[in-house]
């Protein structure tokens, strides 16, 4: 009789255990960071022949609004992101060598509202120096986690976490539709002067007052969000402009004269503006200390509201 009241009293004890300290099993004394309700898109882009990149897509899917560190970005390359793997589609499915750039970016938080979306390209034949030669012997799949574990987001539901080239792939470019009177059109209105080869960047010509009036310059950006979607489909939706009073000085610094230009202070002072629509940031007069200043303007609610 005393046995059974001990083993009675044993199992209370243990019952009574159990509800104030409950078991945890190992690593769940540290809590994975939570993810963002951004939900991530990868496709597979042609740019040129034999040219291969993945767009990348991030869409807030929360009922709120969502914040997002750049550096936190699958695009950019702080800490050597290895999110991506490549395998070549030998007998072995032998793992790819990814040459994974490593960088530094300072923290710049981009707020994102609902059904709004960041987005940006990641290059593969740099990032995979063989992959033509896999491409053209074997094949190559390219595969992420869903969600992916080293990085904060989620993945889309139902959106592929593999995509493959196939062997012997030619490379041909993606074919778009454009209309190029139009874009001839467009140029002209918003005030084009070049873009450079190789990159997202629009320079166009424009007054200091356009810097001042932000309505304006909201309309005006809108137009290059529409030029760029006409015109350049092959880019994302992260492209920057930059604003010069005169069009001898559009160009980068190390292009042509500017250097000249730069050191007689001329460049500083036609170089009125920039705009980024990754970071939705306007940058004006970021030459002349005293006028210097930042102003957040993000196009997306203007898109969903003219229907683009």
Request: charged share 20%; with cysteine.
């Amino acid at each position: 009789m005393n046995r059974f009241r001990c083993l009675v009293i044993s199992f209370g004890i243990w019952c009574l255990t159990i509800l104030l300290f409950p078991p945890f099993s190992v690593g769940e004394d540290s809590e994975e960071e939570p993810r963002l309700p951004l939900a991530m898109e990868v496709f597979l882009k042609k740019p040129g022949k034999h040219l291969y990149e993945l767009h990348v897509h991030l869409t807030n899917i929360s009922d709120e609004p969502v914040s997002v560190d750049v550096r936190d970005l699958p695009w950019n390359p702080t800490d050597g992101s290895t999110w991506l793997s490549a395998t070549r589609l030998d007998a072995h499915k032998s793992p790819i060598k990814q040459n994974i750039p490593i960088g530094r970016f300072g923290s710049q938080i981009v707020p994102l509202v609902p059904g709004e979306s960041i987005q940006n390209r990641v290059a593969l034949n740099p990032r995979i120096p063989s992959l033509l030669d896999d491409i053209e012997q074997a094949g190559v799949q390219l595969q992420w986690d869903c969600p992916p574990s080293d990085l904060k987001f989620v993945c889309k539901p139902g959106s592929p976490n593999t995509l493959t080239i196939s062997k012997g792939d030619p490379g041909q470019p993606d074919v778009y539709s454009i209309d190029h009177q139009a874009c001839v059109a467009l140029e002209s209105r918003i005030g084009l002067i070049d873009i450079p080869q190789g990159h997202d960047v629009l320079f166009l010509l424009a007054s200091e007052s356009i810097m001042t009036d932000l309505e304006g310059m909201t309309s005006l950006l809108l137009e290059v969000d529409d030029y760029v979607q006409r015109c350049h489909p092959s880019w994302t939706n992260s492209w920057a402009v930059s604003f010069v009073t005169d069009k001898k000085f559009a160009g980068f610094l190390s292009e042509g004269e500017n250097r000249r230009y730069f050191a007689e202070g001329l460049w500083q002072e036609a170089n009125i503006g920039q705009y980024s629509s990754q970071i939705r940031t306007l940058f004006r007069f970021q030459w002349i200390k005293k006028r210097a200043d930042t102003v957040y303007l993000s196009l997306f609610p203007f898109q969903q509201e003219g229907g683009t």
